[in-house]
């Protein structure tokens, strides 16, 4: 990239991360939306393909997430170990020099050990993944006999290991609240403890709902309608709305001197995202319950216009604007302001007109100039 016209306005630095990000990125969208479109054909019966060739599209997708991990664990393990942080540096400090070695080294070791369990722990997370995706294929091309329930056994798995790890993460936040929450009333703290409980359970919970009664109802352990199936999803947009009610009510309730044009702007701009998700994701629900109620009453390349509509967008944000934001992403040298954005284009680099403070200088520099062209004319000079 940095040979070409676009690469040479970039920091050599920031060139092929940016140049990785998009193409990447784009590799998995367009085979998202391919194995959408094989899905769908497929479902329509205008193909009769095996399921297993219909899922190549997502398995790319899957052998480039683990490949992108697996490199991840692979550096964590035999890279460098990471940095201490200033704090631990700065409490390090007071120990004698030979006990600042010897705790300074355990305590490399121990995020080193932390580090690998990360990397490991999400190394799994993507193989249960894909073995819940190799399941669904199998199943549908009727190789194996299983119910839904063995189906979903990875998926469980992977939701068995988040809520170990939201727990873990409940326990140490309760722990930090607790010890400063001492003066405070008891029914200060119960609202304190259930908001943060519900903010740590509450996608969680839905998410386990929903799976359940997906199983229950396709293994027809339960004959309900197929909208009530979806009651758990129907709750998600019912508290994001709510959140936003929330905020145009922090907005009401704020001055102009504590940031009420702020809490209005997230209002706004929250309130329009979620009108465009929901109305997206609620026609994908409706025409999906719809054809899960009626079998072939809505045709599957309709029932995904939802989601080829985001996919469109993502498509072009990753593809086409992300190219160009970051050649757009520069700033003057010469200008005091501090940069929202890294620099991506060195101030050698510029091309600048010379300023000049008088108009007499402009007019010396002209004089100049044209008498030097006159006198030798095939051999111009650069003027600074």
Not at 89 to 117: K, M
Not at 137 to 161: C, G, K, Q, Y
Not at 231 to 251: D, E, F, N, S, T
């Amino acid at each position: 990239m940095l040979g070409t016209m676009g690469g040479a306005m970039f920091d050599p630095h920031l060139a092929d991360m940016m140049c990785t990000v998009s193409i990447v990125l784009t590799l998995t969208v367009s085979w998202l939306i391919i194995f959408l479109s094989f899905l769908s054909a497929r479902l329509d019966n205008r193909v009769q393909w095996k399921f297993k060739l219909v899922f190549i599209p997502l398995f790319l997708v899957d052998a480039l997430l683990l490949v992108a991990v697996a490199f991840q664990t692979l550096s964590v393990t035999w890279g460098e170990a990471p940095p201490l942080t200033d704090d631990e540096e700065e409490a390090l400090a007071s120990l004698p020099a030979d006990i600042r070695q010897q705790e300074r080294a355990a305590r490399v070791r121990r995020q080193r050990r932390f580090s690998l369990f990360q990397a490991s722990l999400a190394l799994l997370y993507v193989v249960l993944f894909v073995l819940f995706q190799v399941f669904i294929a199998i199943r549908l091309d009727e190789d194996i006999m299983w119910s839904t329930a063995v189906v979903f056994v990875p998926w469980f798995i992977m939701e068995f290991m988040n809520l170990v790890r939201l727990t873990v993460e409940f326990a140490h936040t309760l722990v930090m609240i607790s010890s400063g929450l001492s003066d405070e009333s008891v029914l200060f703290r119960l609202k304190l403890y259930y908001n943060v409980t519900f903010d740590t359970f509450w996608f969680f919970a839905l998410r386990v709902a929903q799976a359940v009664l997906l199983v229950l109802r396709i293994d027809e352990t339960i004959t309900c309608h197929w909208a009530l199936v979806f009651i758990p999803a129907y709750l998600v947009g019912l508290k994001y709305l709510v959140g936003i009610i929330m905020i145009r009510q922090k907005a009401r309730q704020a001055s102009h001197m504590n940031g009420q044009g702020q809490q209005l702007i997230m209002f706004y701009v929250a309130l329009c995202t979620f009108i465009v998700v929901a109305t997206l994701a609620y026609a994908f629900l409706g025409l999906l319950v719809r054809r899960l109620e009626v079998s072939d009453s809505v045709r599957v390349a309709i029932l995904l216009i939802p989601v080829f509509i985001v996919l469109s967008c993502m498509w072009f944000g990753v593809c086409c604007c992300l190219p160009c934001f970051s050649l757009a992403v520069s700033f003057d040298a010469r200008s005091g302001d501090t940069p929202l954005f890294p620099r991506t284009v060195s101030p050698n680099r510029l091309l600048t007109l010379p300023s000049f403070q008088d108009p007499s200088d402009r007019e010396r520099q002209y004089s100049s100039a044209r008498s030097t062209s006159s006198r030798t004319p095939l051999a111009p000079q650069n003027v600074s």
